[in-house]
């Protein structure tokens, strides 16, 4: 499976077309069913430090569960949506609202930009800085920063841009982060899910969904 | 009763758009993606992910702690709890 970025539709299905298929096949099951749907590729371009690929494949995801919203009967069906774990990548500085990504636009994979003036924010060496930076990754700048070419949006907003890390790894291994995740739900069943619950708790709702 | 349920599972690293300012300033740039919560939005909760032995969960109890509902170490993968793991390379 590619990264939604690089996949052909020609020769390969949608996060969102697989999802619809596998509702299709297992919504005939008059006992009813299960279904685990993974968006796997933003775990793995998040190891690889790659913001772009890693959120374009977040929209693939979001697209699957719009799909899957669109097609259920939620008056009998449970939608949980939730991630088994974060990563080290983390929104840096105050930076001024930047709007979706485009092709004209960087967006969230551009640089710091003060919220006021709307100058680039520096770091303290009077060096640009990306916004999204990881906490250990494949990039970290051997020296003083300003010793190398500024940064700009476009090198950071590229497909393959590994942003700066705070701990050096060797390639495609960041780690994974010990923070909580978001879960969401909806359908049947759904109201039992709220507050801070441990994980191993989201197995025993969704059993009694099921009504066992 | 015929009752199904799917569960939608990725490794996301964040997910901004569910906590982030449904009105954005008006003198901002267009930021037509962040829609306020609609009336019948779904519930949340925040499941804490660490595992028995490490702050930091790999992949392998983290969806076992969701298929099984049972906390394990590191390097293990849907096994009883007390199952200790050999120290190799994570994903």
């Given at each position: 499976?590619?990264?939604?970025?690089?996949?052909?539709?020609?020769?390969?299905?949608?996060?969102?077309e697989?999802?619809?298929k596998?509702?299709?096949i297992?919504?005939k099951?008059?006992?009813?069913?299960?279904?685990?749907?993974?968006?796997?590729?933003?775990?793995?371009?998040?190891?690889?430090?790659?913001?772009?690929?890693?959120?374009?494949?977040?929209?693939?995801?979001?697209?699957?569960?719009?799909?899957?919203?669109?097609?259920?009967?939620?008056?009998?069906?449970?939608?949980?949506?939730?991630?088994?774990?974060?990563?080290?990548?983390?929104?840096?500085?105050y930076?001024?609202?930047?709007?979706?990504?485009?092709?004209?636009?960087?967006?969230?994979?551009g640089?710091?930009?003060?919220?006021?003036?709307?100058?680039?924010?520096?770091?303290?060496?009077?060096?640009?800085?990306?916004?999204?930076?990881?906490?250990?990754?494949?990039?970290r700048?051997?020296?003083?920063?300003?010793?190398?070419?500024?940064?700009?949006?476009?090198?950071?907003?590229?497909?393959?841009?590994?942003?700066?890390?705070?701990?050096?790894?060797?390639?495609?291994?960041?780690t994974?982060?010990?923070?909580d995740?978001?879960?969401?739900?909806?359908?049947?069943?759904?109201?039992?899910?709220?507050?801070?619950?441990?994980?191993?708790?989201v197995?025993?709702?969704?059993?009694?969904?099921?009504?066992? | 009763?015929?009752?199904?349920?799917?569960?939608?599972?990725a490794?996301?690293?964040?997910?901004?758009?569910?906590?982030d300012?449904?009105?954005?300033?008006?003198?901002?740039?267009?930021?037509?993606?962040?829609q306020?919560?609609?009336?019948?939005?779904?519930?949340?909760?925040?499941?804490?992910?660490?595992?028995?032995?490490?702050?930091?969960?790999?992949?392998?109890?983290?969806?076992?702690?969701y298929m099984?509902?049972?906390?394990?170490?590191?390097?293990?993968?849907?096994?009883?709890?007390?199952t200790?793991g050999?120290?190799?390379?994570?994903?």
């Amino acid at each position: 499976m590619t990264y939604d970025l690089d996949r052909d539709p020609s020769k390969e299905p949608s996060l969102a077309e697989m999802t619809t298929k596998a509702i299709d096949i297992l919504s005939k099951n008059p006992n009813g069913y299960y279904l685990m749907v993974e968006g796997g590729r933003i775990d793995h371009a998040l190891h690889e430090t790659t913001p772009r690929r890693a959120l374009q494949d977040t929209v693939a995801f979001d697209d699957a569960i719009a799909a899957a919203l669109g097609k259920v009967d939620l008056s009998n069906t449970l939608i949980v949506v939730t991630a088994d774990h974060d990563h080290t990548m983390v929104i840096n500085g105050y930076a001024k609202r930047v709007g979706a990504t485009t092709a004209q636009n960087p967006g969230i994979l551009g640089l710091v930009h003060d919220a006021v003036s709307g100058a680039l924010s520096l770091d303290v060496e009077g060096m640009p800085y990306s916004i999204l930076g990881f906490g250990n990754g494949e990039n970290r700048v051997a020296g003083a920063r300003a010793s190398v070419a500024a940064l700009t949006d476009e090198i950071t907003s590229a497909e393959m841009y590994h942003p700066e890390a705070g701990v050096l790894m060797t390639p495609g291994n960041e780690t994974h982060g010990g923070g909580d995740v978001m879960l969401m739900a909806t359908g049947a069943g759904a109201d039992r899910f709220h507050g801070t619950m441990v994980n191993t708790r989201v197995f025993a709702l969704v059993k009694q969904a099921y009504g066992f | 009763m015929n009752r199904s349920v799917s569960i939608v599972c990725a490794a996301l690293a964040f997910v901004a758009a569910c906590g982030d300012n449904p009105k954005p300033p008006a003198e901002g740039p267009p930021d037509a993606h962040v829609q306020p919560p609609a009336p019948d939005a779904p519930v949340q909760a925040a499941p804490p992910t660490r595992v028995k032995n490490a702050l930091v969960t790999d992949s392998a109890p983290s969806m076992s702690a969701y298929m099984t509902g049972v906390k394990m170490d590191n390097d293990v993968i849907a096994m009883s709890a007390e199952t200790k793991g050999s120290s190799r390379s994570r994903t």
